[in-house]
């Protein structure tokens, strides 16, 4: 199971930190490749930023441009986005999802074979 948190209501300019606590099945976490999307209302889930099982490799989409910065506390089982600089337009629910892959990265949602449910951001302007 994958249990996300950290969402909330921020101003414009300022910043959140999102966690995703893995438990139970995903016993070996680094074995496990996760990543974080999002989903406006009204639109699809989009694909925010991945990280390798190992922790040694990200990708960010283009949105990104230096804002939020992923990273994983193997020994925690536990992800984190960091984000600053929020927008308006990063309101959505974020998810964490995982899968194994211990080395690679996936950016499609349908890879992924585990979901945490979700936590709201709103970024008011």
């Known amino acids: 199971q994958l249990q996300a948190s950290g969402g909330g209501l921020v101003q414009a300019g300022g910043s959140l930190r999102l966690s995703c606590a893995a438990s139970?099945?995903?016993?070996?976490?680094?074995?496990?490749?996760m990543g974080w999307f999002r989903q406006a209302p009204g639109k699809e889930r989009e694909f925010v930023v991945a990280?390798?099982?190992?922790?040694?490799?990200?990708y960010y989409a283009d949105f990104m441009t230096g804002r939020f910065t992923i990273s994983r506390d193997n020994a925690k089982n536990t992800m984190y986005l960091q984000m600053n600089s929020l927008k308006p337009e990063d309101t959505a629910i974020y998810y964490c999802?995982?899968?194994?892959?211990?080395?690679?990265?996936?950016?499609?949602?349908?890879?992924?074979?585990?979901w945490g449910q979700g936590t709201l951001v709103t970024v008011s302007s």
């Open positions: 990280i390798t099982g190992n922790g040694r490799d990200t």
């Open positions: 139970g099945r995903i016993f070996i976490f680094s074995s496990y490749a």
């Open positions: 999802a995982a899968r194994y892959g211990v080395s690679s990265i996936y950016r499609q949602p349908y890879e992924y074979d585990y």
